[in-house]
């Protein structure tokens, strides 16, 4: 027969047991909910500023953001290729609206988070003052894919609106993405190229800038949407809230954007 005694020591080592199983499961769930990780597709202009964000939301909530890089049109592919991704950064508004049409990403996530800038930029001094002069002196002039890059297509806009298209389209060079286009600038395959503003102040500024005035192309909006088959949609959501804070946006204003909230 046991005494009183020992019936207490049992119990005791029981419930010790059992809250050590408890803290354990606690330990493991938080651990887990710690080490939830987020897939972006971004569009190749917001590079830099995706960096130092998705570094910032990592600090500020233990959750870790895992980046994929591209042109938007390519990144669009993927996604209607069941890309395993969580949220498409585009550089346009047109793919993220064409994958809530297609049920890929959630109607009510949709969000300009960014309006992109178009620069003119060449590593030797510019040879006039007068964009259409400097346009029309250049040897080599690179610009994104038009079909793929929303850049490209305001490069087409502007070159069209100063009625030199036609002119010059045999000195034009593409790249598939503005990375590329900027990239043919830097190696002087081009001697001039349409980047985006955020890519020169990106990279140290040097070489010689002129800023395209807004009025020759369409505001290039950059928008962003959670897909369907994420299966972190809460985190999701913390994440696209976070990319339309206010402080966030004033980050992104230092990167050469123009702020979703101006």
């Known amino acids: 027969m046991q005494s009183k005694a020992s019936k207490e020591t049992k119990s005791r080592f029981l419930f010790r047991h059992l809250a050590t199983l408890f803290s354990l499961f606690f330990i493991f769930t938080s651990t887990s909910s710690l080490a939830a990780e987020l897939n972006l597709a971004v569009a190749?202009?917001?590079?830099?500023?995706?960096?130092?964000?998705?570094?910032?939301?990592?600090?500020?909530?233990?959750?870790?953001?895992?980046?994929?890089?591209?042109s938007s049109g390519k990144l669009f592919a993927q996604i209607n290729n069941q890309a395993p991704y969580d949220i498409f950064l585009s550089a346009d508004t047109t793919k993220p609206k064409a994958l809530i049409k297609k049920q890929l990403a959630l109607p009510d996530s949709f969000q300009v988070y960014a309006r992109g800038q178009l620069a003119l930029w060449s590593l030797k001094p510019l040879n006039s003052s007068d964009l259409k002069q400097v346009l029309l002196n250049s040897r080599r002039i690179a610009i994104a894919n038009p079909k793929l890059a929303p850049y490209g297509k305001a490069a087409k806009e502007t070159l069209q609106n100063l009625t030199v298209w036609d002119v010059l389209k045999k000195k034009i060079v593409q790249g598939e993405n503005i990375g590329q286009t900027y990239q043919f600038v830097y190696s002087q395959n081009a001697d001039i190229g349409f980047v985006a503003f955020s890519q020169v102040l990106a990279t140290n500024p040097q070489g010689w800038t002129m800023p395209i005035p807004r009025s020759l192309y369409s505001e290039i909006n950059q928008a962003a949407v959670i897909l369907t088959r994420s299966k972190r949609i809460e985190l999701a959501q913390s994440f696209m809230a976070f990319l339309i804070r206010p402080d966030t946006q004033d980050k992104i204003a230092t990167f050469g954007y123009a702020s979703e909230l101006e």
């Open 44 to 70: 190749s202009n917001f590079i830099s500023p995706i960096k130092q964000l998705a570094a910032d939301f990592e600090q500020e909530t233990g959750h870790s953001i895992q980046l994929s890089f591209g």
